[in-house]
T-cell receptor
């Protein structure tokens, strides 16, 4: 069974608009972490935001926020005020438990921002 | 700080050849990882290490070996390359208490 599911292969958004990228996860471990990474066309993996399973508040980092709904097992990334430079692949990932920090990645969503 | 570096950036091999990919980090991180990324898929963990002298298998370890003789270096070896190992390989590292994994720039490997 897929541990991390990203159901949107591609998304389009107009510049300055907000966009939500979906991510659902599956784990029975009460302690886990959820990550979002950005991969531009140049290929590097850029860390965006992190949410721990015990965190009470949704994580925010500048224009990025994570809509964490624990009961639904979803961790959607919200990008506000999209910019052309946001065009990239976005990957959701999960770390189960503690101790090894192994990440399980979803298949990614390609976001394209148009003027 | 260079962060995480990978050598080489590109490589073309013939089936059956061997090679070693080098990953180095200067952040004194305990944990290091090797992932592969194939088209249409996310990154998949090949092997990882939780400290100098230790290694463990990840999700897709077959055909690869690793070594962590020094804390700052993590080597990924292909003893007999196969076309199925054509991929982009990423190395990453993280600290014991850290949340973020820091990634290298990737190595694009083609096996003919």
């Amino acid at each position: 069974a897929q541990k991390i599911t990203q159901t949107q292969p591609g998304m389009f958004v107009q510049e300055k608009e907000a966009v939500t990228l979906d991510c659902t996860y599956d784990t029975s471990d009460p302690s886990y972490g959820l990550f979002w990474y950005k991969q531009p066309s140049s290929g590097e993996m850029i860390f965006l935001i992190y949410q721990g399973s015990y965190d009470q508040q949704n994580a925010t980092e500048g224009r990025y926020s994570l809509n964490f709904q624990k009961a639904r097992k979803s961790a959607n990334l919200v990008i506000s005020a999209s910019q052309l430079g946001d065009s990239a692949m976005y990957f959701c990932a999960m770390r189960e438990g503690k101790g090894t920090d192994k990440l399980i990645f979803g298949t990614g969503t390609r976001l394209q921002v148009f003027p | 700080n260079a962060g995480v570096t990978q050598t080489p950036k590109f490589r073309v091999l013939k089936t059956g050849q061997s090679m070693t990919l080098l990953c180095a980090q200067d952040m004194n991180h305990e944990y290091m990882y090797w992932y592969r990324q194939d088209p249409g898929m996310g990154l998949r963990l090949i092997h990882y290490s939780v400290g100098e002298g230790t290694t463990a298998k990840g999700e897709v370890p077959d055909g690869y070996n690793v070594s962590r003789l020094k804390k700052q270096n993590f080597l990924l070896g292909l003893e007999s390359a196969a076309p199925s190992q054509t991929s982009v390989y990423f190395c990453a590292s993280s600290s014991l208490l850290g949340d973020e994994q820091f990634f290298g720039p990737g190595t694009r490997l083609t096996v003919l």
